[in-house]
């Protein structure tokens, strides 16, 4: 089952920052947030990972909150091709899989 | 270079067809998946290969067939399938580092649709 809950969607205005939740209220010490995209009908587009700090990197930043029950992915300046399905995952460390949530739909407006 | 590259992209068959589907990556990565995807619904995860050996099979039917030639390459032999296989077929690779963060880079995938 899904350890993490995203709202289904969102909309958010071109060059605006983007700012999406989700919630992982069961994450364990060893529990990796991970955070993915996937425009229509392509393969995932990885974004951005986090254990504990808040991270950033070309694509994104992740702030990570202290007790480490929520995340939020921030895409600084939203542009139109920005418009995926974000996926929020937890994963452990001593674990291949991925554990999918349902994601939530970005549309970006013009 | 984070690319995985898959083929072919898109795939017709029928249901006495027997096909393969390949995944390739170059960057070293120790760890390859196979993933199925449905319309609007996360991937699941299929198989894992690490160290060219098979470590998780999901309870997959075995009309699927995952072969790992060498760390570079992995295949999914198709054989049977009914009409609900369809699917975006994903190739995931990751350095395979049991206990660190090892993030999976994904590919395209391949659109199968079985008659």
């Known amino acids: 089952d899904a350890k993490t809950t995203q709202p289904t969607s969102m909309d958010c205005a071109e060059g605006r920052a983007a700012n999406l939740p989700c919630n992982h209220s069961?994450?364990?010490?060893?529990?990796?947030v991970y955070w993915y995209r996937q425009i229509h009908s392509q393969g995932p587009q990885y974004i951005i990972h986090g254990l504990k700090n808040n991270e950033t990197n070309e694509m994104a930043s992740l702030i990570i909150t202290e007790d480490r029950k929520s995340s939020t992915l921030i895409l600084p300046h939203a542009t139109l091709r920005d418009t995926a399905v974000y996926y929020c995952?937890?994963?452990?460390?001593?674990?291949?899989?991925?554990?999918w949530g349902a994601g939530t739909k970005l549309i970006i407006k013009p | 270079d984070t690319e995985v590259t898959q083929t072919p992209k898109h795939l017709v068959m029928g249901m006495t067809n027997k096909k393969s589907l390949k995944c390739e990556q170059h960057m070293g990565h120790r760890a390859m998946y196979w993933y199925k995807q449905k319309a609007k619904k996360p991937p699941e995860l299929m198989f894992v290969?690490?160290?060219?050996?098979?470590?998780i099979n999901e309870s997959v039917p075995s009309r699927f067939s995952p072969e790992c030639p060498n760390s570079s390459l992995l295949n999914l032999h198709l054989h049977a399938l009914q009409p609900e296989d369809s699917a975006l077929y994903l190739c995931a690779s990751s350095p395979g580092l049991y206990g660190g963060p090892d993030t999976q880079y994904f590919g395209p995938g391949t659109r199968l649709t079985v008659l």
């Open positions: 069961t994450i364990s010490g060893n529990e990796y």
């Open positions: 290969y690490s160290y060219e050996k098979l470590s």
């Open positions: 995952i937890v994963r452990d460390a001593g674990n291949y899989q991925l554990i």
